[in-house]
C-alpha cells in the first residue's frame, strides 16, 4: 500500500465551526506533514510529526491543532478559522525524517473553504 | 536567505521536448526533488539527484550541477496528460524541503 488518504475531499465551515480533517497512512513511514497550498503557489509546510512527537511547528497559529494518535494517523483540527484559510490542505508522509533522500507521499488533500 | 527560481510558465507542443530550469541559492544541500502537479491534485514525484549528471527515467530525465546551483527538468514525447505544474523543491542544511514556485506547463496540439 503506497497510498496516503484524506477525508474528506471538500469541507465548507464557518468561522464558528469547529472540524477535522483525517490523514491516514500504511507504508510504515515515521515522518507525516501538513502542508497548506493557496493557488498557483507552492505547498507549505505546517507541521512535520517524527515517530509520533511534533518536530516542526512553522509558526502556525493556534486555530490550527495537530495531533497524531499514533504512527498512521495524523489530524488536524480547525477552530476559529478566518476566510484567508481557505486553501488545499495536504498530508504528506515519509521514511523518516532529517535525510537527505526524504521521498514524501503526498495525499490527495482537502479543499477547505471558510465562509 | 533561501530562493528557488523556475519560470513562472512554459508553452510546448505535443511530441515535442521541453526543458524546465530551476536555479536554487540555499543554506546548504542535500538533494533536489522534481515533483509534478496536476491542477487541484496532491504533488507525485518525479526525481531526486543529490551528485551532478542525469537521472533518465522513460520520458522523464533530471540534470543536476551543484556547482552552478542548477537543475533542469526534460520531458521528451510530450503528451497532452503532461500539462501540469512542476515544482523544484531542494533539500536544505536542515532537511527540510524548500519548495520552489513551480512552473506551469502547458502542451498544445
Known amino acids: 500500500d503506497t497510498e496516503v488518504t484524506q477525508t474528506p475531499k471538500h469541507l465548507v465551515m464557518g468561522m464558528t465551526n469547529k472540524k477535522s480533517l483525517k490523514c491516514e497512512q500504511h507504508?510504515?513511514?515515521?515522518?507525516m506533514y501538513w502542508y497548506k497550498q493557496k493557488a498557483k503557489k507552492p505547498p507549505e509546510l505546517m507541521f512535520v510529526y517524527s515517530y509520533e512527537k511534533l518536530s516542526i511547528n512553522e509558526s502556525v497559529p493556534s486555530r490550527f491543532s495537530p495531533e497524531c494518535p499514533n504512527s498512521s494517523l495524523l489530524n488536524l483540527h480547525l477552530h476559529a478559522l478566518q476566510p484567508e484559510d481557505s486553501a488545499l490542505y495536504l498530508c504528506a508522509s515519509s521514511q523518516d525524517y532529517g535525510s537527505s533522500y526524504n521521498e514524501q507521499f503526498f495525499g490527495p488533500g482537502t479543499r477547505l473553504t471558510v465562509l | 536567505g533561501q530562493n528557488i527560481d523556475q519560470p513562472t510558465e512554459m508553452t510546448a507542443t505535443e511530441g515535442a521536448i521541453v526543458q524546465i530550469n530551476c536555479t536554487y541559492q540555499t543554506s546548504g544541500f542535500n538533494g533536489l526533488f522534481w515533483y509534478q502537479q496536476h491542477a487541484g491534485e496532491a504533488p507525485t514525484f518525479l526525481s531526486y539527484?543529490?551528485l551532478d549528471g542525469l537521472e533518465e527515467k522513460g520520458r522523464f530525465s533530471s540534470f543536476l550541477s551543484r556547482s552552478k546551483g542548477y537543475s533542469y527538468l526534460l520531458l521528451k514525447e510530450l503528451q497532452m496528460k503532461d500539462s501540469a505544474s512542476y515544482l523544484c523543491a531542494v533539500v536544505d542544511s536542515n532537511y527540510q524541503l524548500i519548495w520552489g514556485a513551480g512552473t506551469k506547463l502547458i502542451i498544445k496540439p
Open positions: 507504508m510504515g513511514h515515521r515522518a
Open positions: 539527484n543529490v
